[in-house]
């Protein structure tokens, strides 16, 4: 497997420029002779498939939900970054781009990070041209506000919905482009497989959810915009149909996938209340801009928030990490609450949570200008646990929310398979291993809306035309695998659902590939995994035909996919002796338990090569140039 | 506590349909609407029989892909609540619920509680966009719009497109769906410029896909798990009317 970044050369400041001034270009007339399949309609997709039409493209795009607007993009509540320095703090493309590559802990390709704090502004600009309502203040301009990782206020959004409306702009125009007949979509396809002609990614098969009709779709180049993969666990603040299904089929098929341990635990999520938990909720990072964390001094509390006064009370991120306080990364507030909670300290029935009290932002600014901020969130809080934050705090505890590691791809967007591309969350490229608050929402828009559409041109001006047909041998063969692997799934007949199997799956991956992770627990979970999955195909029990709309059929493909792709997790995380961002290996850490990074050994991205089924996966390594940043310990102290 | 549930069971589109009764005997009052029936599907795979097919995502009030009609209520009790944010507790020991799908011309039962909503997408196909293509948009803040404006678009914008409004209405009208699409953009300078021919366009679209007219019941209204106002109704009514005569 050849891992070439092709970055450009030259300073970093001017690489796009000049990267895009020396891109071939697809003459205007001759784009519409081009076809380019884009898989997934969140941010990243419809911003793509849009831009991609207007351009001149023909462009098939598809999602599992029954409409484009419904992907898990549209739950992004909190908002999205930009280096617009309006509120004149001193922010720039460069702070921008400098607080990415450190919150990820240098884990990160520097000249992606820097390619996405330049675009970051047209993101901005682009948004409000199309009507997306972005919260204003009283003069008519555009408000601004601060998210962890960052000492300035750059985070722009829409009430607590900022993902709904921003997707809606995107899936706006791409319902334009529906309209002006560039753009066919399909809603209720799941792609079950890619498939490739001599080398090159020629096409995807697909399952009509609907009708059950498995298809094969021929295209020129095929962009995969599928989101992330965090319900390897079962529970996590993901939708409940997302899933890793389309990219491991990718990596199936000979793409690198980079980095799969990287995960991120968000430290601001309703705790689990019972078993019949199929999701958990999250909280919005934003109100740490005026929530407290805290938690009692001693062990085995049981007195109610109110009735623990101030100097008995725990400020524990303020305490320990003063200059950032409650606005620390995710990855260290997570870690922080697990650790009181391991000391006996967490609050609620389970013990397994930390209060965000929002008690001396009510005194300072008043309920109503609480409410004003956050009024839906807190609706949230309220309809779900019964409790009003208002009067009690609330009770938070960190959930599995956001996948860092995704297929890999070079600096033009493309996988190690021409002619496939990864755009969003499924791809690995910006995030290190941390993703700050409000930049998924950032890197989603900078790929489909404003790299992408550029590089893509670069490609096809220089592969020309694939030729390929759906009637082709490649895709009738794909097409018999898939065929066969619902046949099996079907003929099953055993006893246990395909959501035990996934729950047992998140269980494991939440134990050993979670919060913190160690050697032992993670050979253990590389064991039991691959039994996991031997017994998944010995007694799932699914229900119903093929030729229908089949929701435990669906449910069963995506955890089979998930009974594979969680041992590869897990490998990863073994193999990374280190502690870095999201991954904490308890074996590396100081002896106030903050992560130990090597970078002499680790400063790289961890490529894994698919081998065949039962072998091993290789590894293959990028190594991560730094010129521009001197890599230092992360302190938020 | 223990519940009596009436669901509708719909094989396909060409069938013809029914309810079906199914008891549970311990749900948790801490449980949402959907891990309640959750619970029941993993009890009927596990017996062998068909889950019952209903639509939901997000779990979170916000994708709009949940769509059940219970007691003849879309979305249930709660006012401002979708039903996966709906949460037992809600309801009594020894209570009968019946749960059935979006009934509406241009909602096309699946099966069983699944609704076909496309001619939603229709709809904003045909006009429910502002006309700018990616690149070359002035800066942000370019054009400064007052706050009370910008939050007006909002309340419109956050319609999450249930159709609740549609299950809820004698009519099956979509007129507080489209109204909120076009309130959300007329609010806004950007979307200004199109304002009459988007509810031309918006409303002539909903007409061709069947929904019914709007006759001020105002059922919609209640039903919205978002609030959405019925005042936008009346606006599109005026923009809608501006539209027919200035021909734009
Ligand atoms: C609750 C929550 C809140 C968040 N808040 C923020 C925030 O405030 N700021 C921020 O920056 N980020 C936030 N994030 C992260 C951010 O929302 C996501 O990372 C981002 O929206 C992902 O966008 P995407 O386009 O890559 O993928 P998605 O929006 O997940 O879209 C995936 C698309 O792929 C399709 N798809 C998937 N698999 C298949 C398949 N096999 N076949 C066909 N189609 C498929 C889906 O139908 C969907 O259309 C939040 C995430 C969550 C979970
Ligand atoms: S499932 Fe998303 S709104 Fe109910």
């Not at chain 1, 900022?162 to 702009?169: C, P, R, V």
């Not at chain 1, 998924?440 to 592969?463: C, H, K, R, S």
């Not at chain 1, 904490?584 to 130990?596: C, I, P, V």
């Not at chain 2, 409004?165 to 007129?175: E, I, Q, Y």
Request: with cysteine; proline share 4%.
């Amino acid at each position: 497997m050849q891992l070439e970044s092709k970055v450009p050369a030259g300073p970093l400041t001017e690489k796009w420029d000049k990267h895009r001034a020396e891109m071939k270009l697809v003459n205007p007339a001759n784009k519409r002779k081009f076809r380019v399949i884009v898989v997934g309609t969140g941010l990243a997709g419809a911003s793509a498939s849009a831009s991609l039409a207007e351009l001149g493209y023909d462009v098939d795009a598809f999602c599992y939900q029954d409409s484009a607007r419904r992907a898990h993009s549209i739950a992004a509540q909190g908002g999205i970054n930009a280096a617009k320095n309006y509120p004149n703090d001193g922010d720039s493309v460069w702070r921008l781009f400098y607080d990415t590559i450190k919150g990820g802990d240098y884990r990160s390709r520097e000249a992606n990070v820097y390619r996405l704090a330049q675009v970051s502004n047209h993101i901005i600009d682009q948004c409000t041209a199309q009507g997306v309502p972005f919260a204003r203040e009283y003069g008519g301009l555009l408000d601004n506000r601060s998210f962890g990782g960052a000492q300035v206020s750059r985070t722009f959004y829409a009430r607590g919905q900022t993902g709904q409306q921003l997707l809606l702009g995107a899936y706006q125009a791409l319902m334009r482009q529906v309209h002006l007949g560039k753009v066919s979509i399909y809603p209720r396809s799941e792609m079950l497989d890619v498939v490739l002609e001599n080398g090159r990614a020629v096409g995807i098969v697909t399952r009509n959810l609907m009708t059950g009709e498995v298809r094969s779709w021929a295209a020129d180049a095929v962009v995969l915009a599928t989101g992330g993969y965090g319900n390897a666990f079962y529970l996590s603040t993901n939708a409940k149909g997302c899933n890793v299904t389309a990219a491991y089929r990718a990596y199936k098929r000979g793409a690198g996938f980079a980095n799969p341990c990287f995960t991120q635990i968000h430290p601001t999520c309703i705790p689990v209340s019972g078993d019949h938990q199929s999701k958990l909720t999250l909280m919005s990072e934003s109100l740490r801009n005026d929530g407290r964390v805290w938690v009692s001094k001693t062990t085995g509390d049981k007195r109610a928030p109110g009735d623990i006064p101030d100097d008995e009370r725990d400020y524990y991120l303020e305490r320990r990490y003063p200059s950032f306080g409650n606005l620390v990364p995710r990855d260290v507030a997570s870690r922080a609450a697990k650790q009181v909670c391991d000391e006996g300290r967490g609050v609620g029935s389970s013990g397994l949570g930390v209060y965000l009290d929002f008690r001396d932002s009510i005194n300072r600014v008043g309920e109503d200008g609480i409410r004003q901020r956050y009024g839906n969130l807190f609706h949230m809080y309220e309809k779900i646990t019964a409790e009003n934050p208002y009067q009690v705090p609330m009770r938070i505890y960190p959930a599995v929310h956001y996948t860092m590691g995704g297929v890999w791809v070079d600096y033009n967007l493309m996988t190690t398979i021409p002619g496939l591309y990864a755009i969003g969350e499924a791809n690995f490229s910006d995030h290190g291993a941390n993703r700050l608050g409000a930049s998924a929402l950032m890197q989603g828009l900078a790929d489909g809306y404003f790299v992408l559409p550029y590089t893509i041109g670069d490609y096809i001006a220089q592969a020309g035309p694939s030729g390929a047909k759906s009637t082709d041998a490649a895709f009738t063969d794909v097409e018999s695998e898939v065929n066969e692997r619902t046949r099996k799934l079907l003929t099953r007949k055993g006893k246990r659902t395909p959501d035990s199997f996934h729950k047992e799956l998140g269980k494991i991956m939440w134990d050993e590939c979670g919060m913190s992770r160690n050697a032992e627990g993670l050979k253990q979970a590389i064991q039991r995994i691959p039994e996991l999955r031997e017994e998944f195909w010995e007694s799932v029990r699914v229900t119903g035909a093929r030729e229908e709309l089949n929701q435990t059929l669906e449910k069963a493909g995506r955890v089979a996919d998930f009974l594979e792709f969680g041992e590869l997790m897990c490998r990863d995380a073994l193999q990374r002796e280190e502690s870095c961002g999201g991954h904490f290996r308890e074996e590396f850490q100081s002896e106030e338990g903050e992560a130990l990074r090597d970078d002499e050994k680790f400063a790289h991205a961890s490529v894994w090569e698919f081998k065949g089924d039962g072998a091993e996966p290789a590894l293959h390594k990028e190594e991560l140039e730094f010129e521009n940043v001197t890599l230092t310990t992360r302190s938020y102290k | 506590m223990k519940l009596t549930l009436r669901i509708w069971r719909q094989k396909n589109a060409q069938d013809k349909g029914g309810l079906e009764t199914h008891q549970l005997d311990d749900v948790s009052p801490d449980m949402s609407f959907l891990e309640m029936l959750d619970v029941l599907n993993e009890d009927l795979l596990e017996k062998g029989t068909e889950p019952i097919a209903f639509d939901h995502d997000c779990r979170e009030g916000i994708c709009g892909t949940c769509s059940l009609m219970i007691d003849g209520v879309p979305h249930g009790p709660d006012r401002g609540t979708t039903a996966c944010q709906l949460h037992m507790r809600t309801f009594k020991d020894g209570d009968t619920l019946t749960i059935e799908p979006w009934r509406a011309k241009a909602f096309p039962v699946v099966k069983d509680l699944v609704v076909d909503r496309t001619s939603f997408d229709r709809i904003i196909q045909a006009g429910g966009y502002v006309s700018v293509n990616t690149g070359g948009a002035p800066d942000a803040n370019l054009i400064p719009i007052p706050k009370a404006e910008a939050d007006v678009a909002m309340d419109a914008a956050a319609c999450i497109g249930c159709g609740a409004c549609v299950a809820a209405c004698k009519n099956a009208s979509a007129m507080l769906f489209v109204a909120a699409k076009a309130g959300h953009l007329g609010h806004l300078p950007q979307g200004e410029v199109e304002k009459k021919a988007r509810a031309r366009a918006m409303v002539h679209q909903m007409d061709e896909e069947g929904f019914g007219a709007c006759t001020n019941t105002y059922d919609c209204e209640a039903a919205c798990p978002k609030e959405i106002s019925v005042e936008f109704i009346a606006e599109l009514h005026r923009d809608y009317r501006k539209g027919l005569f200035s021909g734009r």
